[in-house]
Each structure stands twice: as C-alpha cells, then as structure tokens.
C-alpha cells in the first residue's frame, strides 16, 4: 500500500480545526489525523501542504516510525509547535489508518486494554464563586468526578479560562457574522490572582466537602518564586493537580516550586518535544506529564513519553482541549486506555456542528471516556460539511500587567 495523497481540511464548525487525512492506493482506505494550533492554524495547514505533503506521496504508510524520524528528525530545522503539530497530523491519521486495515481499534495496536475507561476531567469557571460552584454541580451533575476550577480575579473580570471557547463576549463581538473573531488584550495582577485562588478553593470546600476532585490551571502565568507561595498556600486544599504554575522555559526552576509545597504538579501542554518533558520527569519534579498529542507529534512521541514517566511515578494527563480536534480526543483516550500509567483525562466535550462534521470523538460514561471500538481512533470527516464552515481568523487572547505592560501569556 502506498500514500497517494495527504488532504489538509481547515474548517470552523464553532472553532478552526485543521483535518489530515491520508489517501491510498486502495481505493476507500484512509486514515485522519488532527493538525489544530490554536491562532496559528493556517501556518500549520501551510507546512503541511507545500512541505510535508509532498515528501509523502509514494511511501509505505505501514512504517509509521519511519516516517515520524524522517520527518521530525531527518530535517535540519526540527521541533517548535508548528512543525510538531503538523507531524502529530500526519502521525495520528497513519495510526487511524493501520488500525483499520488491521480491522482493530488503535488501543489493541498499543498493546491491548489496561482499564475500562479514562477518568476524565471537566472544565467549570465562574466570575463569581457562587457562578463557579453551579458549574461545578453542573458537571458533576453530568458525570465527572473531577472538575478544573477556574473563577475571575477580583477587578479583573475578563480573567482567562473563566469563558470558553471565544465565550461570553461572543454576542458582543458579533461571533456568528463570519467576520474575524476579535483580538483580546486582558488585565493580570500576580499579586490579586495568588490571594484569590485559595479563597476561592476554600469556599468550593465549605461548599461541596470532598464530594469531588478539584484542579486548577495556572497557564503558567507566575515567577518561580510566586509558583512557590500559591502551591503552598493551596495545600489544605488538596487538590488532584495545580497545572503549569510555571512557564515550561522554567523547567529547573520547578524545583522551587516541588521543594515548597506536596500539592501535585501538572505540566507539559506547551512542551513540543520528549526532551522538554525530561528534567520534570527524572527529577520527578511533577506528577503528571500533560502533554498535547497534537502538538508533540502525534503518538508516537506521547507514548514514548508514558513509558519514560513509568519507572519515575510519574502519571499521564494528556491536554484535551476544547481547541484541538475529535481525532486528538480519541487518540487521547487509545493511549490512556492501553498504558499502566495512565493518571487522568481532560475532557471540556464537544457539542454543536464540530460533532457533525468530524464525527467519532470518545463518548463520556459516569466520568469515564470510552475509546471506540471501530477500527483506527474511530473518527472520521465530512468533507462537504466541513467546506459549509470556512476559516475564520481568531487568537488567543493577550496579557498586560494593569500598568499597560505585556506579561508572560
Ligand atoms: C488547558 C489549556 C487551555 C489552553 C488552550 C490554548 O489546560 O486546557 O491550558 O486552557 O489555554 O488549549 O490553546
Ligand atoms: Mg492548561
């Protein structure tokens, strides 16, 4: 069997995603991977098609591991998020596409089954503790036994992560025009956050006792040093996980952070390489490697991660998004199912038109993702559909200091 042809799909059925998917000569035999990068969609979609694509045509798509070294490795500039998402593009949809001319599911061809389902983790946020402890309940009410907490910082109400997707300032910015989403400057005072966030914890306790598991995601906003105070200061809340305290630049210094406080630690999202995720791992300087199977390279880089974390204690937590594509859910939760060390899944869930046009992402059960039982990941693209949702230009949002003053995202 031999590549024919590598279409790259950007459609924006809520959001852009970027779709992969890889033609053979056997007619009807395909695979499709999940290429999206938030803000930076075309730029991969571009690599994809006038660099990589081309180097495809011909080759044996059975040979994935050779084909992720000549790409990821075999060329002279390597690495970054735009060539390691467009790689886990081409990654994912060839594992897609061995698990279904072997007819077995891409679990069975990691090795076969290690549980029943992937914990999983939802999102709740809130400009108000009260606002934040509805959709805590709104969650729980829908299966997840562990929920990410996020609420706004006091005078600073556009805090990130409180809407989702392009959330509450849709309407206002006239989201459904087809025009260009805005660009978004927001306010952030360290010193604000680092007093609210163990307020805010304190009252989901008083409020819900230890009925549920709480994260919260830090988007490594804070100095080394003010990491350290807020995982300190969180302790008595014991929380399953504080996610990137630190930027992942700061790699040693999460040292600081591990040496002041036992909260768990989170980290790995913005990594792009195994290399990134090295020093936390051996030096066991956090307990959950949260990698992004789309931005790593697909697979094949994450499962070599797993097993590097295995012998440390180190446990999985792969991103899951609600700007990456069903094709990376599903892979997400093929790996979670067939590792030992596996730890928990991030799951915001996708609704609307996305399910529709890329139909197959994992499917929540009392707060566990099932992998799908077709072959490949199970997923699939409607290529008419997804041509009724074209691109439309979005970033994510930026951070100033109140002094007007850019901080770190
Ligand atoms: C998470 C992430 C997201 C990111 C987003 C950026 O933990 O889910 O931090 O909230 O901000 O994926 O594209
Ligand atoms: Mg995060």
Redesign the pocket.
């Known amino acids: 069997m031999k590549i024919r042809n590598v279409k790259v799909i950007v459609t924006c059925p809520g959001r852009n995603y970027v779709v992969v998917k890889i033609e053979t000569d056997e007619p009807g035999v395909y695979g499709v991977g999940d290429a999206t ?3 930076r969609e075309l730029a991969v979609a571009a690599a994809l098609q006038d660099h990589i694509a081309p180097l495809l045509i011909g080759r044996d798509p059975d040979r994935i591991e050779d084909i992720w070294q000549y790409l990821a490795r075999g060329g002279y500039w390597r690495g970054g998020p735009v060539q390691m998402t467009a790689v886990a593009g081409i990654d994912l949809a060839l594992w897609d596409l061995k698990g279904k001319v072997a007819g077995r599911p891409v679990y069975s061809l990691l090795g076969g089954r290690t549980r029943k389902g992937a914990l999983a983790y939802g ?1 709740a946020s809130g400009e108000t503790h009260e606002e934040l402890l509805e959709d805590v309940r709104r969650r729980i009410e829908e299966g997840f036994r562990v929920v ?1 907490v996020q609420a706004a910082v006091p005078g600073q109400p556009a805090s ?2 409180i809407d989702t997707a392009y959330g509450k300032l849709a309407p206002e910015a006239g989201i459904g025009d087809g025009g260009p989403l805005p660009l978004l400057e927001q306010d952030w005072e360290p010193r604000a956050y680092l007093r609210s966030v163990p307020k805010m914890l304190e009252y989901l306790r008083s409020e819900l006792g230890d009925t549920v598991e709480l994260c919260h ?1 830090v ?1 490594g906003r804070l100095t080394p040093g003010e990491a350290a105070l807020l995982a300190r200061d969180v302790e008595p809340f014991h929380l399953f996980f504080l ?2 305290p630190v930027r992942p630049e700061h790699r040693e210094s999460l040292r600081l952070v591990r040496r002041a406080s036992t909260t768990p630690l989170a980290m790995g ?1 913005l990594y792009t390489t195994k290399y990134d995720a090295l020093t936390p791992i051996t030096e066991q300087l956090i307990d959950y490697v ?1 990698c ?1 199977l789309a931005h790593i390279g697909g697979l094949t880089e994450a499962r070599k991660i797993a097993a590097i974390a295995e012998p440390f204690g180190v446990r999985t937590a792969w ?6 594509g069903p094709a990376a859910h599903a892979a997400n939760v093929h790996l979670d199912c067939a590792i030992s060390n596996f730890g928990i899944q ?1 799951y ?1 869930g996708l609704t609307g038109a996305v399910l529709d046009v890329l139909p197959g992402a994992p499917e929540l059960v009392d707060g566990y993702l099932l992998p799908s039982e077709a072959p490949g990941l199970g997923v699939d693209v409607d290529e008419q559909l997804a041509a009724r949702f074209p691109y439309r230009r979005a970033y ?1 949002p930026t951070v100033r200091l109140t002094d007007g003053s850019v901080h770190d995202w």
């Open positions: 990068l938030n803000g999102h990410r990130y992560g995601d988007h996610e990137d999202e949260r992004d991103h899951g998004p609600d700007d990456i991030e915001p994510l």
